[in-house]
């Protein structure tokens, strides 16, 4: 049945209709009201006349049905649903800020703001993550950036719902999705992996770090197909000042196999906001593409991408961000051996996890501090040398590792200020020996035990004897 055009005016279901903000190839969206609700509200509306795409009716399905499921800053809030047997709708909020869209007319843009944008986003698509959702369209229009600062996913047609039925995948047996930004496995009719986000997320660093496009703007199908044997030319071909931390993280993003990525959007953003800490590879040199000998091969592997990815809820518990909050005095050795048994027994059992060792250097509320101690040394090299003097015996790859030297004036807002801004998973902190005073005020641990969003382990030392010499099985890098 056709439906009939909505005029400004009309009420649909309390939602009164006011003049379109955007008329679209696929719908319209439409500003509306509701009384005793001050919210700018947007209304979307499908274009299903005759002729009207079956995949483009089916994708706003999908968008009905996932985007009531979701919350947080990271999406647009969802006021309402309407029926395909009377009006179909979706009304969700009005985004109050910028399009990354918009900055597409400055390309290419300054590294440092290409990796700020890359951790808003990444922070976003680990909050979408977890809510059990693959975006599968993630490219500047669909990226928006509140008042705030935080970074909106909009549009989630082409989106898969672990937990939902998959219309797309069972109506339909071509990829959808934006040519440019592709993952290889979509390519391969594989919806449910997140590592897929991250792709499109590492073709978009890439453009607005070169001004270029990794893959060109191909639009068939076999053009797109190379993709899953061609890798792009690496970014310091194309402007040699380029960073060689930035090129280690977009090619890693851009890896045709699935594995080869990050395996989490928070493991991503982590190295975005701490460029210092990224681990050079291979990557980070290349100035040319594969050879020809490397790109036949893959082309005619028939088991590339063959393995099915795990479920969401797996992948992003097997490759947690751990920190493990050390004190580099002298009195703590015993709860410092204590920290890193319990941190090889974790990390043994989690070969993708992420362990990130910090230190707090507390500064005083009044006293002007000193960078340097009675010995001339470096405060801040010392203890970072420290750090990684602790973290030795973990034998832990390179690319699992960073250590961590945070100043404040309060240790445990600083680890908590820490494990929020880096999405970490799990903190492993040591609790200190027991005090009148600290009774009275309530120790480190304590507090950040207390306040953490996420989960903390306390360990203590084994009563009247040092913990027992490292004897776990080595974890895996």
């Not at 809510?131 to 500047?140: A, N, R, T, Y």
């Not at 990390?347 to 009675?374: F, H, Q, W, Y």
């Not at 507090?447 to 084994?462: G, H, I, Q, W």
Request: proline share 8%.
């Amino acid at each position: 049945m056709v439906k009939p055009l909505l005029q400004p005016g009309s009420v649909i279901d309390g939602f009164r209709i006011g003049e379109p903000a955007h008329r679209g190839g696929m719908a319209t969206l439409w500003r509306v009201t509701r009384d005793g609700d001050t919210t700018p509200m947007l209304m979307k509306v499908p274009k299903i006349a005759e002729g009207a795409d079956p995949a483009a009716i089916v994708s706003f399905e999908m968008e009905q049905m996932i985007i009531p499921r979701l919350s947080g800053p990271h999406v647009p809030k969802c006021f309402g649903v309407g029926d395909f047997a009377v009006q179909p709708y979706v009304v969700m909020e009005q985004i109050a800020g910028k399009s990354l869209l918009s900055r597409l007319g400055n390309l290419p843009l300054p590294y440092d703001e290409v990796a700020a944008i890359g951790v808003k986003v990444a922070t976003a698509l680990d909050d979408l993550h977890r809510q059990h959702v693959v975006h599968l369209d993630i490219k500047p229009s669909n990226i928006m950036f509140r008042e705030s600062g935080e970074a909106v996913l909009l549009d989630y047609g082409l989106s898969h719902h672990e937990q939902l039925p998959d219309l797309m995948q069972e109506e339909f047996r071509v990829p959808f999705g934006t040519a440019p930004y592709m993952s290889p496995e979509q390519l391969r009719d594989i919806r449910n992996d997140p590592r897929s986000d991250l792709f499109a997320l590492g073709v978009l660093l890439y453009f607005f770090s070169t001004g270029e496009r990794p893959f060109g703007e191909s639009e068939t199908l076999r053009g797109m197909r190379r993709r899953l044997w061609r890798d792009p030319v690496p970014p310091r071909k194309l402007r040699p000042d380029y960073p060689p931390w930035l090129q280690e993280i977009v090619l890693k993003c851009l890896e045709i196999e699935p594995a080869w990525r990050y395996p989490t959007a928070a493991q991503l953003a982590f190295d975005l906001a701490h460029p210092d800490q990224v681990k050079l590879t291979h990557r980070s040199e290349r100035m040319q593409r594969d050879s020809w000998a490397v790109v036949l091969r893959r082309r005619f592997n028939k088991d590339i991408m063959q393995a099915a990815p795990k479920k969401m809820a797996a992948q992003l518990s097997s490759a947690p961000i751990v920190t493990v909050a050390i004190d580099l005095g002298e009195e703590a050795a015993a709860v410092n051996d204590a920290l890193r048994l319990s941190a090889q027994r974790l990390l043994a059992m989690l070969p993708s996890a992420r362990l990130a060792c910090v230190n707090v250097r507390k500064l005083g509320r009044i006293a002007l501090d000193t960078t340097l101690d009675e010995q001339g040394h470096n405060k801040q090299i010392d203890r970072l040398v420290g750090l990684r003097a602790w973290a030795a015996p973990l034998k832990l790859d390179e690319e699992r590792l960073t250590v961590h030297v945070l100043e404040a004036v309060d240790p445990a807002a600083a680890i908590l200020e820490f494990a929020d801004a880096n999405r970490v998973d799990h903190i492993l902190i040591g609790a200190r020996q027991a005090s009148v005073m600290r009774k009275l005020l309530g120790g480190v641990s304590a507090k950040v035990a207390a306040e953490a969003e996420c989960s903390v382990t306390v360990v203590r030392p084994p009563r009247g004897k040092m913990p027992a010499a490292l004897t776990a099985p080595q974890a895996s890098s």
